[in-house]
Antibody, heavy 118, light 107 residues
Framework: QVQLQESGPGLVKPSETLSLTCTVSGYSITSGYYWGWIRQPPGKGLEWIGSIYHSGNTYYNPSLKSRVTISVDTSKNQFSLKLSSVTAADTAVYYC???????????WGQGTLVTVSS | DIQMTQSPSSLSASVGDRVTITCRASQGIRNDLGWYQQKPGKAPKRLIYAASSLQSGVPSRFSGSGSGTEFTLTISSLQPEDFATYYCLQHNSYPKTFGGGTKVEIK
């Protein structure tokens, strides 16, 4: 069965770039599906960030588009998130998920908390 | 963006109660909607896809209905393990958008 695991720094300084990686196991990214990122600030609701196909085609949330880059590394069966110029408002639990076009995300990784603070 | 308005934002109920949660879309989304359950410190778990299809392994007391702009999630007989926060998500158009959540608490 497909499993996803987020990894990356838990603390990022304001104005710097947040970088996270999602490792997929039990399924080859090149076999299909979009793969995406979703975040949740502490005590708040969920926000869809964006998704990517193994070919590199992406969809981004316009509210974050100017700061977000999602990329894929098929050789490692991973995809990544970069969010630039972060502020305290970007503090959240970041989830990766299989997030296919025309479907709701499933399954999800366990999530990783990223705190933006100096 | 399509706005998803979820109500109520919280509710108190007893074990055995029938619970209904509603999501309204700001424009028609056909049946392009999923429902999720989230427990504290855990990732959301999909319960329903395509508005009314039960995810494999999810108890049959959960059901979804609706199409177009109005959708409901019903728990026919609330169980202790169902106390959680529930979210709807539309995937009819990008960006995908979530409802604000409904926290189901013990009365």
């Amino acid at each position: 069965q497909v499993q996803l695991q987020e990894s990356g720094p838990g603390l990022v300084k304001p104005s710097e770039t947040l970088s996270l990686t999602c490792t997929v196991s039990g399924y080859s990214i090149t076999s299909g599906y979009y793969w995406g990122w979703i975040r949740q600030p502490p005590g708040k609701g969920l926000e869809w960030i964006g998704s990517i196909y193994h070919s590199g085609n992406t969809y981004y949330n316009p509210s974050l588009k100017s700061r977000v880059t999602i990329s894929v590394d098929t050789s490692k069966n991973q995809f990544s998130l970069k969010l630039s110029s972060v502020t305290a408002a970007d503090t959240a639990v970041y989830y990766c998920a299989r997030d296919d076009y025309g479907d709701s995300p499933r399954p999800w990784g366990q999530g990783t908390l990223v705190t933006v603070s100096s | 963006d399509i706005q998803m308005t979820q109500s109520p934002s919280s509710l108190s109920a007893s074990v055995g109660d029938r619970v209904t949660i509603t999501c309204r879309a700001s424009q028609g989304i056909r049946n392009d909607l999923g429902w999720y359950q989230q427990k504290p410190g855990k990732a959301p778990k999909r319960l329903i896809y395509a508005a009314s299809s039960l995810q494999s392994g999810v108890p049959s007391r959960f059901s979804g209905s609706g199409s177009g702009t109005e959708f409901t999630l019903t728990i026919s007989s609330l169980q202790p393990e169902d106390f959680a926060t529930y979210y709807c998500l539309q995937h009819n158009s990008y960006p995908k958008t979530f409802g604000g959540g409904t926290k189901v608490e013990i009365k």
